[in-house]
């Protein structure tokens, strides 16, 4: 099943089977999620990055079919789910997050006349093969958050547990600032 995702295949061939793909890879066959979590823990010290992050699971469920649509444009659908580390933005450590996505998808030939059909997207293919790892790898950058945070602030490391309002050291820049006013009066 692996092999699927990785070669080159016509999808109107795993449509015409009915194909479905269900099997684990490892993050580090998702060629630019691994460039971007690498671009991301660069920021951390060698030693706070974590081990055997690219060994991590990703869940993959796909199913290829033509639905009502003729044999003419094959369908996607599928569920992909995984445990991304990034760097927490509220303190600058290392965290893991939960990502899954939903496809739905229809695959068009590059420039062909859109087509709406129920609540799916188009995906269109510049090629007649695709490699559905290609098409995955997609999915799940667009599937990521803009920012990455601790599911909780209490998760948080020691940068932001110092500064918590719990702590009583909320950093408040403008406190004096009435007063400095007043004496420039």
């Keep these: 099943m692996t092999r699927l995702l990785l070669d080159s295949v016509f ?3 795993l449509a015409e089977r009915r194909q479905v ?9 998702f060629a ?7 671009s991301d ?28 649509l003729g044999k003419s444009v094959p369908l996607l659908k599928g ?16 965290c893991s997050l939960p990502l899954k996505t939903t496809l739905r998808y229809l695959l068009i030939p590059l420039g062909a006349d859109a087509i709406e059909y129920e609540d799916y997207e ?17 999915a799940l950058i667009m599937a990521m958050p803009f920012s990455v945070f601790h599911r909780s ?22 406190a004096g600032l009435r007063a400095q006013l007043k004496d420039l009066k």
């Design 153 to 174: 602030i209490e998760e948080c490391g020691p940068l932001v547990q110092e500064f918590s309002p719990a702590a009583g050291k909320m950093a408040r820049p403008f």
């Design 32 to 38: 630019r999620l691994t460039e971007i979590v690498q």
């Design 41 to 68: 823990l660069a920021v951390l010290p060698a030693e706070k990055r974590p081990a055997k992050w690219q060994q991590i699971p990703v869940a993959v469920r796909l199913s290829f079919d033509f639905g009502t």
């Design 11 to 13: 999808p109107s061939k």
């Design 21 to 29: 793909i269900d099997c684990e890879v490892q993050i580090k066959n």
């Design 79 to 94: 569920e992909v789910s995984t445990t991304l580390v990034g760097v927490c933005q509220r303190c600058l450590e290392a």
């Design 122 to 138: 188009i995906w269109e293919l510049a090629e007649k093969t695709m490699r559905p790892i290609e098409l995955l790898d997609e």
